[in-house]
């Protein structure tokens, strides 16, 4: 079995200790290089170790994991987050596509985590990095204003060919593709991702994006005109006409209404 050289960054050695004890039972091909207490040091271990995956804490006394990344141009090894943050931040995590675990570490869920590293074998961008910091501290908002900031945002989409970092209002409309996702963007630009709509739908939901119907969420910001019917119809900046679902017109039309309120927009 191929060993995986891994080091373990966190300021408390408790969990230091307890992860390298789930490690061992669970993901033996993983070996321990070394372990760091803080930015410093993990900065010098990384350089002498050479690992190929970093289980990396976010909040740490002075310098954070973000700081320990900013160190670096480019970021030639795995990371996996270890937080104990919660709620807001599995959104944030989802939206810079990164991968995490939450404290108290879950056996299966850091075995999964592991597996898919082995399996993808890919390193994380400092661009995703950014889009983490932009959404770990944004918290679920109720707040149409904030929405229509939030929807200036970027999101990074995984796919076989790498990660597409791409602007949240250049996002026309998602298409469930049935395990998949279609990205339909500004430009005719085109993205698949093997993730389900629904996934999204959770990720969304920070930002100017309704799930119109069970196969589309649009964005609100390329809606040209909406058509009246017994569910209605979006015509949308793309040409594209989708079908609102009859359930969903309500919560759409208020979503709307609040839109152009927010925007200064003219329906």
Not at 91 to 113: G, M
Not at 161 to 177: A, F
Not at 201 to 216: A, C, G, K, P, T
């Amino acid at each position: 079995m191929e060993k995986l050289r891994a080091i373990i960054v966190d300021d408390e050695a408790n969990a230091r200790q307890a992860l390298t004890n789930l490690l061992q039972i669970v993901c033996p091909e993983v070996e321990i290089s070394g372990q760091a207490k803080n930015v410093d040091s993990a900065l010098d271990l990384i350089h002498l170790q050479r690992p190929n995956l970093v289980f990396l804490d976010i909040q740490m006394p002075g310098k954070s994991g973000f700081d320990l990344l900013a160190c670096f141009e480019k970021i030639d090894f795995g990371v996996i987050f270890t937080t104990a943050y919660q709620e807001y931040a599995v959104r944030a995590f989802r939206v810079s596509a990164i991968d995490y675990l939450l404290k108290p570490i879950d056996p299966d869920e850091l075995q999964a985590a592991v597996e898919k590293y082995k399996s993808q074998a890919t390193s994380i961008t400092p661009q995703q990095v950014t889009i983490l910091q932009e959404n770990i501290q944004n918290p679920k908002t109720s707040s149409l204003k904030q929405r229509l900031r939030n929807n200036h945002q970027r999101i990074a989409l995984p796919t076989a060919e790498g990660i597409h970092i791409v602007q949240m209002n250049d996002i026309i409309q998602c298409e469930s593709l049935g395990s998949y996702t279609k990205f339909h963007l500004t430009h005719h630009k085109v993205i698949v991702v093997s993730r389900l709509l629904k996934e999204y739908e959770e990720i969304l939901d920070n930002y100017y994006f309704f799930r119109v119907h069970q196969s589309n969420i649009i964005n609100l910001e390329h809606i040209k005109r909406y058509v009246k019917g017994d569910g209605g119809q979006v015509w949308m900046s793309d040409g594209a006409e989708i079908e609102v679902s009859r359930r969903r017109k309500d919560d759409f039309l208020a979503l709307l209404s609040d839109f152009y309120v927010n925007s200064g927009k003219i329906v």
